[in-house]
């Protein structure tokens, strides 16, 4: 997808011991052994992104706030039980471990503070990155030795989201439902959808994402299920007033933030549904004008609206070209919503049902 403007990073990171239950901090260049089990094999390489926003209160002191956190500690639990053995599930650390960990230790170090103190000056958006590695020094093919969180933090002023131009890409597949590793933020994921992008530019050479089919390789083309784009989840906005969010299942990562979205855009007075979309009804979609826009998803960039999605065949072949209708009320009312969803944390924008505001005064 697009990149960033304005992006720093905090000059530490953390590190804590699973096994030890040891907190600290390293210097934000410190580095994993050239021979980790995650470095070479990708074992225990989960990750999270975690968007947060800072403002100083009436007494100068920092606050930081996150919206719908504990889905995100929740899903970053999941990845780190995902990775461990059996044996190694007393590693798994609760919520609240996490909580504390990232906040309490992490974000009141001296160092940390300075740095968010600035970004509250600057109103710039926060992002917060934990992951999983082994620290052990080995090139055995086994279950992490010494498994250990890290975490990493930078603020950035603005996500170059759109216009984006998006093709489907259906001879690639970013995850294998059986495996279960879909509905999982883990490192092994991302290769694919890199690779996707770059299908996607032998078909259209301005192409920043690609959309995903289902696993049913062996399936009818049109029969294949939508699932989500290469690093985001998908919502399509049609003509007769409705959105619709694909169900999640093992093949979709569940967003935080496209909760919140709906939310917001339920809020709004806007019909949302949930429901699986085959490739051949978008085609259908398209080819009929009943697709108003189809958005992306995600931490970093909020919600984007697709500028251009480029329809293939089983050769890659062009099928069709859909462009959005920038003039029909819901393009402009997801618009809307991404501007509330950040004013949320701002503190600017009412807080619909179902969403969680989590302020921490440091």
């Given amino acids: 997808m697009a990149g960033f403007e304005g992006v720093k990073w905090a000059s530490k990171q953390m590190r804590y011991l ?15 052994y050239a021979v980790s ?17 800072c403002r100083k209160n009436k007494k100068g002191r920092i606050e930081v706030t996150f919206l719908n956190w504990n889905d995100n500690l929740k899903r970053f639990q999941r990845g780190i039980a995902f990775n461990l053995s059996k044996k190694q599930q007393k590693f798994v650390p609760k919520t609240e471990e996490l909580e504390n960990i990232f906040i309490h230790h992490y974000f009141n170090q001296p160092d940390m503070k300075r740095f968010l103190e600035e970004m509250a000056e600057k109103k710039a958006q926060g992002y917060l990155r934990p992951f999983t590695v082994d620290e052990e020094q080995s090139i055995g093919v086994t279950f992490p030795g010494k498994p250990s969180i890290r975490a990493v933090t930078c603020r950035y002023d603005r996500y170059l989201g759109e216009p984006f131009s998006g093709v489907v890409v259906p001879n690639l597949v970013r995850a294998v439902g059986i495996n279960k590793t879909g509905c999982l933020k883990l490192g092994i994921n991302y290769l694919i959808s890199v690779k996707a992008i770059d299908a996607a530019k032998q078909i259209d050479p301005e192409a920043a994402s690609a959309l995903f089919l289902d696993d049913r390789t062996d399936e009818e083309l049109g029969k ?4 989500e784009w290469d690093s985001s989840c998908c919502l399509f906005a049609l003509r007769d007033n409705t959105v619709v969010k694909i169900p999640e299942n093992e093949l979709i990562l569940p967003s935080v933030t496209i909760q919140g979205i709906v939310r917001i855009l339920k809020k709004m007075g806007i019909d949302v549904k949930e429901k699986y979309i085959s490739y051949q009804e978008l085609v259908e979609d398209v080819q009929s004008k009943k697709l108003v826009t189809i958005c992306s998803v995600g931490t970093a960039g909020i919600l984007n609206r697709c500028s251009k999605l480029t329809l293939v065949d089983a050769q890659g072949k062009t099928l069709d070209v859909h462009k959005p209708d920038q003039n029909h009320k819901l393009y402009k009312a997801l618009g809307i919503a991404r501007s509330h969803y950040w004013n949320i944390y701002k503190g600017e924008a009412d807080i619909p049902e179902g969403i969680c505001l989590n302020k921490y005064i440091l």
């Fill in 18 to 32: 699973l096994d030890k239950k040891e907190f600290e901090i390293l210097d934000g260049s410190a580095k994993v």
């Fill in 37 to 53: 089990r995650s470095v070479h094999y990708g074992q225990f390489l989960a990750f999270e992104g975690i968007r947060f926003f």
């Fill in 224 to 227: 294949r299920l939508i699932t």
